[in-house]
């Protein structure tokens, strides 16, 4: 029997609206769960989503893209990746997984969420292949880093690290649980789809498969690539929103859920790429600088987008500018320092030659971030390995649950505010900013400090630290990936000194 073609029967098809008759509209589609007050009735069905496909379809071309990664992986099983890639590699691969898989089965919650609350009935559509592609995302990436499991524990966090209390995961999960979980419909598509997806996605997901196809980690790139050729297509569900409250005069709304969704998401990601792009991907395979990803993939590309739509870059456009060349250096020292706190061995990605490559990204690292590095460099030389490793806690944002860190001798101040008897540290202006618009969203969160202080981990050391993060069970906290190796290469020139 011959096939209609799709473009005579999708309008009709995807034309799910009706009128209820036996409930009120806001009894169907309460305003806290669909969003969208004074958007008029009838401008929901213009909603026009810009990627038309059907069931049929999907399921070919999803099939077709499962096919592609599972026979990639399977043929290259043999080739012991885990062995013979650089061990910075590896924790690139741990980090990743146990910050993204089961954040992909939230992902589907998302979707799913638009699919039974959105008004506009070409969303709902959408969102159902959205769903059925966040369910794929997890499913992969909890299947393909299973075949490390039996060589590293650590593997294991692919898993269990959203379960655990451990700092980074409060940190990402106070972030997806703000953009993706706890919005309305209109807002999650805002903040989540149009800011996070459209934007931060395709750094991690674009930037790490090049560096891994170099890396010779090819299993890994493929499915990175077929992950993001979902994303491409769902990340368009927030635009035509966008527009839709633009022509209802909410201009200023739009523009506020960017600039709350674009710091955050930026933050999150100065852990979850900047990091590994600038120090774990071995340096000869190195793509371009997590700087120079930003700027290729935000600064023009976000911001393009953000003009079609007429919308303005976010208010804090000079200060992110900057903090794009500082931030991430902060929390590279930050996390490498503690390192037992993390679930991945972290690199320090430190050699001459790799200084030289940081100080020519990024002019002036050597007499900042360098510096500070020199004091760590000479500890380990004159084997004082304990000084390495702070004592105490750092202070922690209220937003973005990181520690704060700063440029040395530069940025690094403390931005505070007294909010109902109870101070807050931000670790910038923009944090404080987007908890100043809506105490009520974050003011009752409390991060790894205030739990310490309060007496709810015990004992209250390092070791109950650690055991409250979930490490020591299945797997230990991280250490140096490369067993400090790359120290050697300043022993002779501090033989000399004290
Ligand atoms: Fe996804
Ligand atoms: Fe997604």
Not at 133 to 156: C, G, S, T, W
Not at 440 to 447: A, L, V
């Amino acid at each position: 029997m011959a096939l209609l073609d799709r473009a005579r029967w999708y309008d009709l098809a995807r034309t799910t609206e009706w009128t209820p008759r036996y409930v009120e509209p806001d009894e169907l589609f309460p305003p806290e769960m669909s969003g969208g007050e004074g958007i008029p009735d009838e401008a929901w069905s213009t909603y026009d989503e810009p990627y038309k496909i059907s069931y049929r379809e999907y399921v070919d071309v999803q099939r077709q893209k499962d096919a592609g990664a599972y026979s990639v992986k399977a043929t290259l099983e043999r080739a012991d990746l885990y062995h013979k890639a650089d061990p910075g590699w590896i924790s690139i691969l741990k980090e990743h997984y146990a910050a993204v898989a089961v954040v992909e089965y939230g992902a589907s919650f998302q979707e799913a969420r638009f699919a039974r609350w959105s008004k506009a009935p070409g969303m709902r559509n959408m969102a159902v292949f959205g769903m059925l592609d966040e369910i794929r995302h997890a499913q992969m990436q909890l299947f393909f880093p299973h075949e490390y499991v039996n060589k590293d524990r650590q593997f294991d966090w692919s898993h269990e690290a959203m379960f655990t209390d451990n700092w980074v995961t409060l940190g990402a999960r106070h972030f997806f649980d703000d953009m993706l979980m706890t919005r309305d419909a209109i807002s999650t598509a805002i903040c989540a789809n149009f800011s996070f997806e459209t934007g931060f996605t395709n750094l991690q997901f674009i930037g790490l498969s090049g560096d891994a196809a170099k890396a010779g980690d090819f299993t890994f790139s493929k499915l990175i690539q077929s992950i993001q050729s979902d994303e491409a297509r769902h990340a368009q569900l927030g635009t035509p929103l966008l527009q839709l409250l633009i022509e209802s005069g909410q201009k200023e709304r739009a523009q506020k859920l960017i600039d709350i969704s674009f710091w955050r998401s930026y933050r999150l990601f100065t852990v979850l790429s900047g990091i590994p792009m600038d120090y774990y991907v071995p340096l000869d395979v190195r793509e371009a600088s997590f700087k120079e990803f930003m700027e290729e993939w935000i600064v023009t590309q976000f911001v393009r987008s953000l003009e079609d739509l007429g919308l303005a870059k976010p208010w804090y456009w000079d200060l992110f500018l900057r903090d794009v060349s500082e931030h991430h250096h902060g929390q590279q020292l930050g996390t490498y320092s503690w390192r037992p706190t993390l679930w991945w061995n972290p690199a320090a990605g430190v050699t001459p030659e790799e200084r030289d490559w940081l100080e020519e990204k990024y002019p002036g690292w050597n007499d900042t971030f360098g510096k500070v590095w020199d004091v760590l460099i000479d500890n380990f030389a004159h084997g004082r390995t304990d000084r390495t490793v702070p004592g105490t806690l750092p202070v922690i944002c209220n937003v973005s649950q990181l520690p704060i860190v700063g440029t040395p001798s530069q940025t690094l101040r403390d931005i505070s505010i007294v909010h109902e008897g109870r101070r807050y540290h931000f670790a910038s202006e923009v944090d404080r900013w987007i908890f100043e618009d809506d105490p009520e969203r974050y003011r009752h969160h409390r991060n790894l400090v205030d739990r310490f202080l309060g007496g709810e981990i015990q004992p209250a050391d390092l070791g109950g630290v650690l055991q409250y993060m979930g490490l020591g069970v299945v797997s230990d906290g991280g250490d140096d990936a490369h067993g400090y190796a790359w120290v050697d290469r300043y022993r002779p020139a501090l033989a000399t000194t004290g």
